[in-house]
C-alpha cells in the first residue's frame, strides 16, 4: 500500500494555458474523488468516480474542467484555459467501499496561474 | 443540504493545557462524521470517525470526540497537547443515505488552526 499518489506537487501556468494533473489512488480502491482546497478553506468537492465510471458532478466543475478514470485506476483531471480563480490546491482521495469508511488522500496538486 | 461549522478559525494554546476544537453540522439526513488533521505541507489525514454505536470515539493519539445528536455537534478534544498537535483540523460529514451509485462525498468545515505552544 503506497498510499495515493498525485502529481505533479506543484504547478505554476499562465492564464488561458492547459493544465492536466494525475492522480494513482490504492490499488484495491474503486471509489475515487477529487476536491479543490483554497486559502482558508476546507476542502470542496468536484467529482466521483465508481470504477470507470463518473458518477458525480460538483456544480463547482465548469464545462472548462474534465475528469477521466479511463481503465477504473489512475485519473486525471485537466483544465482548460485556465484562469486566475483556478488556483488552489486540487486533492484526490480513494476509498474502498461504502459505508463511512473515510477516504485516503494524497498529498495533493497545488496550482498557481499566473 | 449539509453543512458543516467550525466556529473556530484559530485556536492557541500551551502544550499540556486541554483543548476543544468545536464542529456542528446541519443535514436533513443521517450523516456519517470524521474528523481530519492537516500538518503543514501535507494531506489530509482520518483522526478519527463516528459511525454507529458508542457515541464517544477516539483516536490513537489521545484525542476523542462525542457525538450529540441533539445539539447535532461533534466537538473534538484532546485532555493535554503536545508540539506535535500543532495543525489544521476539518471536521467534515457524508450522508449514510444507500442510493445506488451514491458517492458519499464529504462536506468539509472551514477548519481550525491549532497552534501548541511551548
Known amino acids: 500500500d503506497t498510499g495515493v499518489s498525485q502529481n505533479p506537487r506543484h504547478k505554476i501556468t499562465k492564464r488561458g494555458q492547459n493544465v492536466t494533473f494525475r492522480c494513482d489512488p490504492i490499488s484495491e480502491h474503486n471509489r475515487l474523488y477529487w476536491y479543490r482546497q483554497t486559502l482558508g478553506q476546507g476542502p470542496e468537492f468536484l467529482t466521483y468516480?465508481?470504477?470507470?465510471?463518473?458518477?458525480?458532478k460538483s456544480r463547482l466543475l465548469s464545462d472548462r474542467f474534465s475528469a477521466e478514470r479511463p481503465k477504473g485506476s489512475f485519473s486525471t483531471l485537466e483544465i482548460q484555459r485556465t484562469e486566475q480563480g483556478d488556483s488552489a490546491m486540487y486533492l484526490c482521495?480513494?476509498?474502498?467501499?461504502?459505508?463511512?469508511?473515510?477516504?485516503?488522500f494524497g498529498s495533493g496538486t497545488r496550482l498557481t496561474v499566473v | 443540504a449539509q453543512s458543516v461549522t467550525q466556529l473556530d478559525s484559530q485556536v492557541p494554546v500551551f502544550e499540556e493545557a486541554p483543548v476543544e476544537l468545536r464542529c456542528n453540522y446541519s443535514s436533513s439526513v443521517s450523516v456519517y462524521l470524521f474528523w481530519y488533521v492537516q500538518y503543514p505541507n501535507q494531506g489530509l489525514q482520518l483522526l478519527l470517525k463516528?459511525?454507529?454505536?458508542?457515541?464517544l470515539v477516539e483516536s490513537i493519539n489521545g484525542f476523542e470526540a462525542e457525538f450529540n445528536k441533539s445539539q447535532t455537534s461533534f466537538h473534538l478534544r484532546k485532555p493535554s497537547v503536545h508540539i506535535s498537535d500543532t495543525a489544521e483540523y476539518f471536521c467534515a460529514v457524508s450522508d449514510r443515505k444507500e442510493t445506488q451509485g451514491g458517492s458519499e462525498k464529504l462536506v468539509f468545515g472551514k477548519g481550525t488552526k491549532l497552534t501548541v505552544n511551548p
Open positions: 463516528y459511525l454507529s454505536g458508542s457515541t
Open positions: 468516480f465508481q470504477n470507470e465510471a463518473q458518477l458525480e
Open positions: 482521495a480513494s476509498s474502498p467501499r461504502r459505508g463511512g469508511h473515510g477516504y485516503t
